[in-house]
Nanobody, 119 residues
Framework: QVQLVESGGDLVQPGGSLRLSCTAS????????MGWYRQAPGKQRELVAR???????NYADSVKGRFTISRDNAKNTVYLQMNSLKPEDTAVYYC?????????????WGQGTQVTVSS
């Protein structure tokens, strides 16, 4: 019933920037927190940024000061502005509704969008 569609990933050089978008359908978007997750090959999926329905924001230490999460409830969309990208940021990026206790995604995962940071 709920569909999450991520976009905006690309191949960029270290120090570059990207803006990811996630659009949700089939849900009352404005009542849920939204999060951006990433998963690199051989690594566990991690929550990198979270924004609540009221706009409270948390970041993983690894992206703090470089990434900015925002949302546009009228468009059912959450964004991730990524600046000063590092090779370590290379991963598939997903959005989902975070479980408030576990931080795990609550809904079915979308396809994600590939971010590759390489020179």
């Amino acid at each position: 019933q709920v569909q999450l569609v991520e976009s905006g990933g690309d191949l960029v050089q270290p120090g570059g920037s990207l803006r990811l978008s996630c659009t949700a359908s089939g849900m009352i978007f404005n009542i849920y927190a939204m999060g951006w997750y990433r998963q690199a090959p051989g690594k566990q999926r991690e929550l990198v940024a979270r924004i609540t329905n009221r706009g409270s924001i948390n970041y993983a230490d690894s992206v703090k000061g470089r990434f900015t999460i925002s949302r546009d409830n009228a468009k059912n969309t959450v964004y991730l502005q990524m600046n000063s990208l590092k090779p370590e940021d290379t991963a598939v990026y997903y959005c989902n509704v975070p479980n408030s206790n576990t931080n795990d995604g609550s809904l079915s995962w979308g396809q994600g969008t590939q971010v590759t940071v390489s020179s």
